[in-house]
């Protein structure tokens, strides 16, 4: 579905070059679940960005069903990523004057969806009761906890039915319990065949329950394992 081919990124500062990524390639299947492994700095994020269309590459492509969108304009890249991935954050970014039914809804109107807004409701109030939070569609980001928040930032994700949900540490502001509940929620939606789900963390249990795991260290994989191979390669994926 997704496929990075040597991806580079450098950011240049006056005259200091920083070289984040250092030609990563890695392949992405339909529905499948890959986690990306490594410590802070690594390039894990800078690479969800890349793949998200966030952000563009030094040089590289990134393609999608084998068409290239790393090169597209902003515009189409935005829509691109409306249409067709979901993406989730540490922080949350909700909107602390919406309601969460309202924050859902949101990637449909800057979609410009042409549907109902009854029926857009009703798939965004589906979003909702999806992670476990149909009671709360009328409370704001405030009246919310942590992991509540987090579960809303991910029904606004699912809102326009991508095919691929990109999250990049999403437990990352979350204590140990809260942050279970939402990578059930996130490994859940993954096992009823919803959604692809691409994982960055640095956390090792957390990337146990991906089918591939990659390991990256100073901007470059250093660690490819399958999900029967994990057991025995944990220690060199930390």
Request: glycine share 8%.
């Amino acid at each position: 579905m997704v496929e990075a081919k040597n991806l580079r990124k450098e950011y240049v500062m006056g005259r200091v070059r920083l070289e984040v990524l250092k030609g990563v390639s890695l392949q992405l299947a339909p529905h499948s679940f890959l986690a990306v492994m490594g410590p802070s700095g690594a390039g894990k994020s800078t690479l969800l960005h890349l793949l998200a269309g966030l952000d563009v590459p030094t040089s590289g492509e990134v393609l999608w069903e084998g068409r290239p969108v790393s090169r597209l304009p902003d515009s189409k890249r935005a829509e691109f990523r409306n249409q067709h991935i979901g993406v989730v954050f540490q922080f949350y970014h909700l909107l602390p004057e919406l309601s969460a039914l309202e924050n859902v809804l949101l990637p449909s109107l800057v979609g410009r969806s042409r549907q109902p807004r009854r029926q857009l409701q009703e798939r965004a109030r589906g979003c909702l009761h999806d992670v476990g939070l149909s009671a709360r569609v009328s409370h704001r980001p405030r009246e919310l906890s942590g992991g509540e928040q987090q579960r809303v930032a991910i029904a606004r994700a699912l809102m326009n039915q991508p095919e691929l949900l990109l999250c990049d540490e999403p437990t990352g502001n979350l204590d140990s319990k809260t942050g279970a509940e939402v990578i059930e929620v996130l490994a859940k939606l993954h096992q009823q065949g919803r959604v692809g789900l691409l994982l960055v963390t640095h956390h090792a249990r957390l990337a146990e329950l991906a089918e591939t795991v990659i390991a990256m260290e100073d901007g470059r994989v250093v660690n490819n394992a399958t999900q029967t191979e994990i057991s025995g390669q944990k220690s060199e994926i930390r």
